[in-house]
């Protein structure tokens, strides 16, 4: 059964940073292409990065140059790291699993992240 898990979310400053990180079990991360998704108080869960087998990125507008998603096999893991922070990250942030071309197919419990002053 694959399991993922996600921390390092918590409260930070505008203009701060957060890592969050996803190690999964069950299976071995590179196997799957992973992501990184968001959902804000009251909206819907929205993308946010995904990375391949093969370390190919894509990110949503919104993030685009402030988040930078990596991966470990060794660890099997994959990261989030969250740059220059603003109110409207405010969000669980969810890993997930899965293809490259389509949505993931295994997803992680969330971690909240706060950007507050």
């Known amino acids: 059964q694959v399991q993922l898990v996600e921390s390092g979310g918590g409260l930070v400053q505008p203009g701060g940073s957060l890592r969050l990180s996803c190690v999964i079990s069950?299976?071995?991360?590179?196997?799957?292409?992973m992501s990184w998704y968001r959902q804000a108080p009251g909206k819907e869960r929205e993308f946010a990065a995904r990375?391949?087998?093969?370390?190919?990125?894509i990110y949503a507008d919104s993030v685009k140059g402030r988040f930078t998603i990596s991966r470990d096999n060794a660890k099997n893991s994959v990261y989030l790291q969250m740059n220059s922070l603003e109110f409207e990250d405010t969000a669980v942030y969810y890993c997930?699993?899965?293809?490259?071309?389509?949505?993931?197919?295994?997803w992680g419990q969330g971690t909240r992240v706060t950007v507050s002053s």
């Open positions: 997930g699993a899965g293809r490259f071309d389509l949505p993931p197919a295994y």
């Open positions: 069950g299976s071995t991360v590179s196997t799957y292409a």
């Open positions: 990375i391949s087998t093969s370390g190919r990125t």
